[in-house]
């Protein structure tokens, strides 16, 4: 089975959760790692 993570992403409402989390899935996508 391979290796699995989980990354929480918390905030208050309209603090860029949705921003940084766009940000992170573009950034692991360019070095090829699934999202």
């Known amino acids: 089975m391979p290796e699995r993570h989980l990354i929480v992403i918390d905030g208050l409402d309209g603090s860029g959760k949705a921003t940084q989390t766009a940000l992170l899935a ?10």
């Not at 573009?26 to 999202?35: H, T």
């Open 26 to 35: 573009e950034y692991f996508q360019s070095k090829g790692i699934p999202v």
